[in-house]
Nanobody
Framework: QVQLVESGGGLVQPGDSLRLSCTAS????????MGWFRQAPGKEREFVAAVRMGRTYYADSVKGRFTISRDNAKSTVDLQMNSLKPEDTAVYYC???????????????????WGQGTQVTVSS
């Protein structure tokens, strides 16, 4: 059974940084693309970033501010978020999928496995 567990959310001020982490179990980690999505109240779940085989892909809204990285030895994927804005406020979800090309899986329905989510609130 695949399990994805996120951690690291919280309340921060605009301009601050925050690092999210996701630990995966029940899968062969290197066989999966790993990604982050987010969902704000009343909005659809949207793609944030993904990584597989050293290739990363980002949503335009976070490019240059967020960095996704993975540690295959620990089966973890992190999302470093810098220069946070109020519009980054959302529940952030970790996801896993067997697709090879991360730039082609930017909609939530394409991903196979999900974590429970962690709240990120950016407010002064």
């Amino acid at each position: 059974q695949v399990q994805l567990v996120e951690s690291g959310g919280g309340l921060v001020q605009p301009g601050d940084s925050l690092r999210l982490s996701c630990t995966a179990s029940g899968l062969i980690f290197t066989n999966y693309a790993m990604g982050w999505f987010r969902q704000a109240p009343g909005k659809e779940r949207e793609f944030v970033a993904a990584v597989r085989m050293g290739r990363t892909y980002y949503a335009d809204s976070v490019k240059g501010r967020f960095t996704i990285s993975r540690d295959n030895a620990k089966s973890t994927v992190d999302l470093q978020m810098n220069s946070l804005k109020p519009e980054d406020t959302a529940v952030y979800y970790c996801a896993a999928d067997r697709s090879l090309i991360v730039s082609t899986i930017t909609t939530a329905r394409q991903w196979d496995h999900w974590g429970q989510g962690t709240q990120v609130t950016v407010s002064s």
